[in-house]
Nanobody, 125 residues
Framework: QVQLVQSGGGLLQAGDSLTLSCVVSGRPFSSYAMGWFRQAPGQEREFVAAISWSGGTTYEADSVKGRFTISRDNDKNTVYLEMNSLKPEDTAVYYC??????????????????WGQGAQVTVSS
């Protein structure tokens, strides 16, 4: 049984920093790309960042480029999302996810088959 357990989230002010983490079990973590997505109220779930199985390649949405950093520790089966210079428009529920197969487009949410429980991040101005 594949499980993704997230930690982090909370209420912050504009300009603050926060790191989310996600621990994976039940699948060979080091063999699959990982992603972070977010969903604001009334909006579709959107891509935030992704990282290849080795950690050698990362992808970021234009809206977070230069502010958010994705990383992974394959020894700990954990993926992280470091968020800096947070803005009110970053307010959303953040989800980690693991790809269902190797080689899929890591920015496409439909290539991910298991998701974390979500973490609310609220940024006030």
């Amino acid at each position: 049984q594949v499980q993704l357990v997230q930690s982090g989230g909370g209420l912050l002010q504009a300009g603050d920093s926060l790191t989310l983490s996600c621990v994976v079990s039940g699948r060979p973590f080091s063999s699959y790309a990982m992603g972070w997505f977010r969903q604001a109220p009334g909006q579709e779930r959107e891509f935030v960042a992704a990282i290849s199985w080795s950690g050698g390649t990362t992808y970021e949405a234009d809206s977070v480029k230069g502010r958010f950093t994705i990383s992974r520790d394959n020894d700990k089966n954990t993926v992280y999302l470091e968020m800096n210079s947070l803005k009110p428009e970053d307010t959303a529920v953040y989800y980690c996810a693991i790809q269902g197969r190797k080689g899929g487009d890591p920015t496409n949410k439909w290539t991910y088959d298991y998701w974390g429980q979500g973490a609310q991040v609220t940024v006030s101005s």
